[in-house]
């Protein structure tokens, strides 16, 4: 079903990889409900990836950048406002990278170079992409910007690793920026904390299966899928959610407010009495 929700909206979405990105199930769901949008992402994944795939789909021009560099940030945004024709309503921000969990290196032995890189992918780029945006003036009145994150950013998760950092600055950021955006341009900023989904990604965390199955056995609705994930950005992006901001809101299942559900329980006793 579909509600029209974004009629007249323009915006840019980064981070569509193929048809398992969270991304690309935000634009699908975007296109549906009447907005345009330019996708961006990294040259090499618009190499390797189905960037271009989807653009075609949804006819939206990909325009390539990496989102730790100003100039390519600069040159998107400029791109986007002439290809859409006025200024932007909403922008997800759905980037993540851990070069050591890629390199797998434990979080006791952490290389701080790797992980240097890694917060600037995974967290400092959101602030970039805001900054830019406020200083160049790209945002309409109202507009949305969202960026994914994982409970990662306040709960240890085995094998989350240093994205748990990353998570908790992303986190932090649209905190502090939905403050400066919100006075000067009446611009919301939040992150929306995701169950853990089978990605491109989430391939990389040690043991992800394990996490996956694990809060969906703990939440009461279950892990919310990538399409639950983009249905409920959509409504940030929409003028049904005008005043909500600084928030870090979970989309779950009822996962994040849990402690031990009796199917966790049951599976536990069981084990304790075969050992
Ligand atoms: P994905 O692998 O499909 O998307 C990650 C994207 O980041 C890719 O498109 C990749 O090309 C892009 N990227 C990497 N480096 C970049 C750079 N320097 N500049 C621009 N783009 C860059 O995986 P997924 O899972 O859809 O990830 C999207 C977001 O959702 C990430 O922030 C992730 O941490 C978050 N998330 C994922 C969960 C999961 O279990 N998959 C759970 C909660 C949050």
């Not at 969270?22 to 907005?35: D, F, L, N, P, Q």
């Given at each position: 079903m579909t509600y029209n929700l974004l009629k007249g909206k323009r915006g840019i979405i980064f981070g569509a990889l193929d048809e398992s990105s969270?991304?690309?199930?935000?634009?699908?769901?975007?296109?549906?409900?009447?907005?345009i949008f330019t996708l961006s992402n990294v040259p090499v994944s618009i190499r390797i990836g189905k960037t271009n795939e989807l653009g075609e789909k949804?006819?939206?021009?990909?325009?390539?950048?990496?989102?730790?560099?100003?100039?390519?940030?600069?040159?998107?945004?400029?791109?986007?406002?002439?290809?859409?024709?006025?200024?932007?309503?909403?922008?997800?921000?759905?980037?993540?990278?851990?070069?050591?969990?890629?390199k797998g290196k434990p979080y006791d032995d952490l290389d701080y170079e790797m992980m240097s890189k890694t917060l600037d992918i995974s967290a400092i780029s959101f602030h970039k992409i805001l900054q830019i945006a406020k200083k160049m003036d790209i945002m309409n009145e109202w507009g949305s910007v969202v960026a994914l994150s994982y409970i990662g950013a306040q709960r240890t998760m085995n094998g989350y690793n240093e994205m748990s950092q990353a998570k908790a600055m992303l986190e932090s950021i649209a905190r502090s920026f939905g403050y400066f955006y919100g006075k000067s341009h009446k611009v919301r900023v939040n992150?929306?904390?995701?169950?853990?989904?089978?990605?491109?990604?989430?391939?990389?965390?040690?043991?992800?299966?394990?996490?996956?199955?694990?809060?969906?056995?703990?939440?009461?609705?279950?892990?919310?899928?990538?399409?639950?994930?983009?249905?409920?950005?959509?409504?940030?992006?929409?003028?049904?959610?005008?005043?909500?901001?600084?928030?870090?809101?979970?989309?779950?299942?009822?996962?994040?407010?849990?402690?031990?559900?009796?199917?966790?329980?049951?599976?536990?006793?069981?084990?304790?009495?075969?050992?």
């Open positions: 969270i991304a690309w199930k935000v634009a699908e769901r975007a296109h549906a409900e009447g907005a949804l006819n939206a021009k990909v325009i390539p950048a990496d989102a730790t560099s100003i100039q390519d940030i600069e040159n998107l945004y400029t791109e986007s406002v002439k290809e859409l024709g006025g200024k932007i309503d909403f922008i997800l921000h759905s980037i993540g990278m851990s070069l050591n969990v890629r992150t929306v904390s995701q169950s853990p989904t089978f990605t491109k990604a989430s391939s990389n965390v040690a043991g992800f299966d394990g996490m996956y199955n694990y809060s969906d056995k703990m939440a009461p609705l279950g892990n919310s899928s990538g399409e639950d994930c983009a249905d409920y950005c959509i409504t940030l992006f929409s003028d049904l959610t005008k005043k909500v901001t600084m928030q870090n809101l979970f989309v779950d299942g009822g996962f994040s407010s849990m402690g031990m559900s009796m199917e966790l329980m049951n599976t536990y006793g069981k084990c304790l009495e075969s050992e």
